[in-house]
Structures are given as C-alpha cells and as structure tokens.
C-alpha cells in the first residue's frame, strides 16, 4: 500500500501534472492538423524528455497519445479528412453529421465517447497488468524469445497489405537492431569503422526519421498541390450535445470499448482496426443500420471509443511482457530504455512505485483530456485552416534539433538515412510499423535468444523440455502459415475481381 500511495503522490506533484497537461495539448493540437498525428508529435517529443525525470517523461509522451484520441476527429468531423489513420472511420458518419449543420454535436460526442472508451481501457489495464506479470515472470529465455517470435508474425501479418513485405520489414528492423557492439561478446558488428555506430543507431534517430520525416517527405512529394489548400469550416453550428444525447449512445460506447480493448492488447492489429470494427459492429447491431453513412451519432461514438480504447490497453503486453502493442507503444518502450527502465515482469517487482506512478498519470491524462477537450476541439477547429507550408518546416526542425540535443550530430546525418528508408518504405508499400517495432524488439529477442542457446548448450532437444516454448514456437509456425494462406487467398479475389 506504501508503494502504492507513493507512487500517486509522485504522479500528483506539480511538475508532473504540468507535463502531462502540455502532452495532452501537444497530442491534441498534432493530432487536429492533418497530415500530422500524434504518433509523429511522440517520436519527436522523446529526445526532448531526454533530462526530465522517468515520471515526467513518461507522463508526457502519455499526454501526447491520450491527447491525440480526441485531435485526430476534428478533422476528420469538420473536413471529411482524418487527422490520424485511427479516426478514418469517424469521417463516415462525423462528416454527414456537419454537412446537416449538426458539427457541435458531432465534435462532443466524438470528444465524450473518445475519453470513456480511453478511460474505461485504462481500468482493464490496472486490473490485468499485474496478474500476467506474475505469469510472465516464470517464463524464462526461450519462453520470451519464442514469445516475442509470436508477436513479429502477428505484427507482420496484420499490419500492410501484404505479409511478406510485412515480414521483410520486421526482420529488416531487427537487422539494423543489431548494428554496435555484441552485448555478450563485445564484438563491433555492422560498424564499418566508424566509432560512432559502436553504439548501435538510436531509437530517436530511427522513429524520428522512419515515422517523422519519412512521411514528411511523401506529403512534399505527394501532396504538393493540396499544400496551400485552406477549408472554412464551422465547429459551433447546430444544437449542442446533451445527456440524452449521451446516455443514447453509452451503450455503443460500451461494446466499441470492449472491442478496442481487446485489438489493443493484442500486438499489431492497432487502432485504425478498432475503429471500423467498432463502427460495423455498431452498424450490425443497430435497429436502422441505414442510418449509418448518413450521419448517425452512434457511428462517431462507435469508432471514437473503439480506437481510443486501444490506448489503454497497448500498455498490457508492454508492461507485463515487455512488447508493445503498436507503433507507439514501442516509441513510448524507447523512451523506458532511454530513462533506463526495461518494461517487463519485473518492473512490477522491482520499480512498483513507478509502475503506480504511470497508472497516476493515465488517470490524470483522462482527466485532462476531458476538461480541456471541452475547450479545445473547437479552438483546434482552426489549426485545420493552416496550410502544409506552414506545419511542415517547423516540424522538420523539431526533428532534426530533437536528434541533436538528445544524441549528436553524428545522429542527425543517421536522421537523413532513416528518413530516406522511410520514405521507400511508404512508396515500395513496406510497413513501417512492423519495421519500428522489430527494431525496438531485435535487441530483446537476441538477448533471449542468446541466453536460451546459453541454456541449452547447443542441444535441440532441450526445447522438449519448455513445452511453453514449444508452444508458441508451434503457434508462430500455424499463424505464419495461416496468415499465408489468407493473404494468398485475398490476392486471388483482388485479381478476379480485376
């Protein structure tokens, strides 16, 4: 109970709560400007949490992604364009709701729905957290190593269009992983002479450039005529949002949280999949499922709680075993390494203060979020008017100044390289989020890897004697052959329908 109290006290002090309220604003002004997002506003803020405290860091790189749940529907409400991928299925109903002069409601049912399912989320994760760590912490190296196996073919089959090109991208994160010193051996692997990558490429210049730049360099290259296109919109016509309005759509609100909670704690499905499950999975549901697309409330409530519910519920594989459920996740998993944390098991038994600490600051994010969502989704209704030309330049020097002041200048030139793989990662359709999350968990899966070798002494038949391992190496080898086959089968379909 100590660490407990501790813990929330930590939370609750001054500094922390500033921080967490800038990341919350941070989040939700990114995710409003389209184009943007709230994952590349977190890949750039974490070289700027470099000599803040691990609450402090922490608490605002989880503002940031808390804030970016309700940002992202301004956009995709007002403009028929979503602000992040998540909110694509919001424009369904959001942008019909405006088009009838209804964007008041629309934006608040967004914004309520967005915080309950957020909340909601982080419950489950408080609940559940602990008890599969205390299952985890009796697996050993091959059960890890086999586990995080099982997560890169999950994570390469369900993100992308194609699971081969999924896979080449995880395995090719993983690759550059181990470029630096041999952490068993001390031996300089991939370095090329030069003493610099001895330390192996940080994750700051990796995210930043992969996620960042890269995709600021595809709007530049893509989207050059859409640059200075201005939108006048309205975010107060129509009648305003009422309880009734709210305890109609509680129900929806309900099963789209169960649903996201439920994608979020499984690595690589991700949040833009939560949002149109929740949206079909309210349009089966409902008793006049031809209102949907037309501007139905129950539409915007479904997909909002069902992709910020995912939010909540990523941190459950991160901090009970280490992996993390999607892109940002495993950005937020390198800010851990770089404060010197290591997400797991046993940070609830060796740091459980810090663990009470971050539960603190997710509750205080909620909160925030929606105190100031009440002010902000109108007021950021005008950070959609500003144009490409403007947004663009300032977030390529937060970027390029973010790498310097956190690692060197050796890792801002490392910053054009990651870039450019960004970027042909996009055009070649490569996912880059299998290849952010094999490069955060490369170094993991050869620790464990090693250590499990270590074990057996070079002898396979030790494996039989960690029939956990055996399973989820089985399990890896059905779902790889499985993802396969459904992908094989969906090329087929797409070619006969050509």
């Known amino acids: 109970m100590h660490e407990v109290l501790a813990g929330l006290a930590d939370a609750f002090t001054l500094t922390n709560l500033m921080f967490v309220v800038l990341g919350v604003l941070v989040g939700q002004l990114f995710a409003a400007a389209p184009g943007v997002g709230a994952l590349i506003a977190i890949t750039i803020a974490v070289p700027y949490t470099f000599y803040m405290s691990p609450v402090a860091a922490l608490g605002f790189l989880i503002g940031i992604n808390k804030g970016g749940t309700i940002g992202g529907a301004v956009s995709a409400i007002l403009m028929n364009t979503p602000g992040s991928p998540e909110a694509t299925a919001t424009t369904f109903d959001g942008y019909p709701m405006t088009k009838k002069g209804q964007a008041r409601k629309a934006l608040r049912a967004a914004h309520l729905s967005s915080v309950t399912g957020d909340t909601l989320s982080d419950l489950v994760l408080f609940f559940v957290a602990a008890p599969l760590s205390l299952v985890a912490m009796r697996m050993g190296p091959p059960e890890m190593a086999s586990v995080i196996l099982v997560a890169l073919v999950i994570i390469a089959g369900l993100v992308g269009n194609s699971m081969i090109k999924g896979l080449i991208a ?160 495993a950005i937020i998993l390198g800010a851990f390494i770089i404060h010197g944390i290591t997400p797991g098991p046993q940070l609830f038994s060796e740091q459980p203060r810090l663990i009470y600490a971050l539960f603190g600051v997710m509750i205080i994010g909620d909160m925030v979020n929606l105190f100031t969502g009440l002010f902000t989704m109108r007021l950021f209704a005008g950070v959609i008017r500003i144009p490409l030309t403007y947004i663009i330049p300032c977030v390529v020097v937060l970027c390029i100044t973010g790498v310097i002041v956190a690692d060197s200048l050796f890792d801002a030139w490392l910053l054009v390289g990651m870039a450019a793989i960004g970027f042909f990662m996009r055009m070649l359709d490569f996912s880059f989020v299998t290849f952010i999350i094999g490069f955060v968990l490369g170094p993991m899966f050869e620790r464990a890897f090693g250590q499990a070798m270590i074990m057996a002494d070079g002898d396979p038949a030790y494996l039989l004697q960690r029939p956990i391992a055996c399973f989820f190496i089985a399990l890896a080898a059905l779902l790889l052959v499985s993802l396969l086959r459904q992908h094989r089968k969906s090329s087929r379909l797409a070619a006969l329908k050509r």
């Open 170 to 329: 995880a395995f090719f994160g993983v690759f550059l992983s181990l470029v630096g010193m041999d952490s068993a051996t001390a031996a300089q692997r991939l370095t090329f002479g030069i003493p610099e990558l001895m330390d192996g490429i940080s994750i700051t210049a990796a995210g930043i450039g992969v996620l960042a730049l890269g995709e600021i360099l595809r709007q530049i290259v893509y989207s050059h005529k859409n640059l200075n296109e201005k939108t006048e919109v309205s975010a107060t016509a129509g009648e305003p949002f009422r309880f009734s309005d709210y305890r109609a759509i509680f129900p929806t609100i309900l099963r789209s949280t169960f649903i996201g909670t439920m994608i979020g704690a499984i690595p690589g499905i991700g949040s833009s999949a939560a949002g149109f499950l929740g949206y079909t999975a309210a349009k089966r549901a409902s008793k006049t499922p031809e209102r949907f697309g037309q501007g139905e409330i129950r539409g915007v409530a479904a997909s909002e709680a069902a992709n910020s519910s995912v939010v909540g519920a990523n941190f459950i594989p991160l901090l009970s075993l280490g992996i993390p459920g999607n892109v940002a996740a």
